[in-house]
Each structure stands twice: as structure tokens, then as C-alpha cells.
């Protein structure tokens, strides 16, 4: 955290600058306004005194930002806890408890995390409210953060065998399709729970090498298959997009269509997934690729 002086500011639904603590926000007419939730990280640790029973803060989300907020929770603290309201005050979602719902992502402080969502046209205000509990009495230090929740990876997976192409004789406009290879994806451990695909891509070598080839692909929550968007014996892109909602972890199905008349096979099959996902999903945890 920055070391930045805050100047707490007892004007109610204000927002105020630099300040090391952030303490006499019991209510929510003197709620600590953040601005923007982009600010969030940039605050001070709360302090909640002993003699308060729950810390307001106010912060705005952007249209149709997904945010999560992090704050920590000594897990001394039991019956410490968290919840969202919207502009009016009123809770959305559930709240969050310690010590039901602490998570420890980093291996250092324990947290208690909750998501924010916008799904409206405009920007919207929330607040959050921590409240002490009934176990803990003495003051309690806390510190708050926020992320965005929505992330993007990728990943390149090769499927097993060699596809065949028989060849286009007799003659067919429509050229001939080759056996089909399959991959199942669907318990791939590094791809993220509820992963939605935003792009594809494959890559193959064909023997021998022939031109008017089209890599095909399906998943197999559709029975359409899906031709390379480019004529290419090595590579096919599609038009595959998040708008398809296509689940990341599933099976795939790949062939490839063959103009000429001779046989032909593919092998060394891969395929390349783009994908994005929600950290509520994964328990916060960030995939790497």
C-alpha cells in the first residue's frame, strides 16, 4: 500500500484524499467514499474502533464491469463480515463471514471475498459494509482491495492420431472430408471452470502437402462443424467467437476437407483455445498460461 497521507474528511458521501488510516466511517452518512473501485488499492488500512459495530465504504463500478473485493480478516475475528449494498442501501448478494468464508490465496493474510457486479448501461454505487460481529470487542484493523474479475488465457492442446483423407475422386465441388480426431478437454486442469472460448485456431501436417485444404472443427456442445475461415494445409482460423458461448472444457472434434483427388493424411493436430473466464469461478485463483 502506498504510503500517501489520506485527510479523512467529515463531510458525509464526499470523497476524500490522502489519508495512512481510515477510521470514523460507522455509518453510511459518513461512509469512506473511494471513488471509482480503480482507487480502492491506493487507500489506507480501516480501522474499526471498539466501540463500533460496522465500517461503511462507498465506491462506483463502471457499465458492465464484474469486480471482486478483497478484504482481509484476521482470523481472530470471527463473526466479522461483509456485504454489498447498492446507491439506496439496500444488500445485493449475500454477505461473507469469517470463518465460513475466508479464503487464503496468498499464504499470508486471510481474506474474505465478495463480488460486485454492473450489469446496467451506466455507472452504478455500492457500498460495502464490514461488520464487527459479536466475538471480537477490541479494535480491528482491516485493509480493503479490489480487482477486476473477468481475465483472459489460453491454451495449445494436441490431439492423438492421424486424420485420413480417402480423396476427392470422383470428383466432388465440395471437396472430401478426412476421418475425425477427437480431444477431450473437458477435465483439462489448466483450463478455468466456466472458461467461454473466444477464439480457435488449428495447426496440422498434411502428407503429402496439397493445396484447396480447409481445417474443420467442432465442439461438441454444437452439431455444426465449423470450416476454416482460410484455405490452408497448416492452419485454420474460424469464426468462433464469445458470442458462440462455447465452453473452453469439452470435447473438440477436428477433420479436414481435401480438394484433390489424391490421398492424403494429417497428423501432429493441434488446436489453440482462447478463452475468458471469472474468477468467482476458480475460487480467485489467476491461471497462468
Given at each position: ?112 471475498y465478495i463480488d460486485v457486479d454492473n450489469d446496467s448501461s451506466s455507472t452504478q454505487t455500492f457500498y460495502v ?30 490431439f492423438s492420431g492421424t486424420a485420413s483423407n480417402n480423396g476427392n475422386s470422383p470428383y466432388n465441388a465440395n ?90 493424411t494429417m497428423k501432429n493436430v493441434k488446436i489453440t483455445l482462447k478463452w475468458q473466464y471469472d474468477l468467482h ?9
Open positions: 500500500m502506498l504510503a500517501l497521507a489520506f485527510i479523512l474528511s467529515l463531510v458525509p458521501q464526499t470523497q476524500v484524499t490522502a489519508a495512512t488510516n481510515i477510521t470514523d466511517n460507522y455509518t453510511q452518512a459518513t461512509a469512506y467514499n473511494f471513488g471509482s473501485w480503480s482507487y480502492i488499492n491506493s487507500s489506507g488500512t480501516a480501522i474499526m474502533a471498539n466501540d463500533a459495530d460496522e465500517s461503511w465504504f462507498k465506491f462506483t463500478v463502471g457499465a458492465k464491469e464484474h469486480i471482486y473485493l478483497r478484504v482481509s480478516s484476521d482470523r481472530a475475528y470471527v463473526g466479522m463480515s461483509v456485504q454489498i449494498k447498492n446507491g439506496i442501501g439496500v444488500n445485493v448478494g449475500s454477505s461473507r463471514s469469517n470463518p465460513i468464508n475466508i479464503i487464503d490465496t496468498t499464504g499470508v493474510t486471510p481474506a474474505l459494509v464490514v461488520s464487527r460481529g459479536n466475538s471480537y470487542q477490541s479494535a480491528m484493523y482491516f485493509s480493503i482491495s479490489a480487482y477486476d474479475r473477468i481475465r483472459t488465457g489460453s491454451g495449445t492442446f494436441s471437396g472430401v472430408d478426412s476421418t475425425i480426431l477427437t480431444l477431450d478437454l473437458s477435465n483439462s486442469s489448466t483450463i478455468p471452470n466456466n472458461a467461454i472460448v473466444t477464439n480457435v485456431s488449428t495447426s496440422g501436417t498434411q502428407s503429402p502437402s496439397q493445396g484447396n485444404v480447409h481445417h474443420k472443427i467442432r465442439p461438441n456442445s454444437t452439431t455444426t462443424w465449423y470450416t476454416s475461415t482460410v484455405s490452408s494445409a497448416t492452419s485454420g482460423s474460424y469464426s468462433i467467437s464469445i458470442n458462440n458461448n462455447f465452453a473452453a472444457k469439452q470435447i473438440w472434434s477436428f477433420r479436414y476437407n481435401a480438394l484433390a483427388s489424391a490421398k492424403s469461478d476458480t475460487g480467485y485463483q489467476i491461471f497462468t498460461n
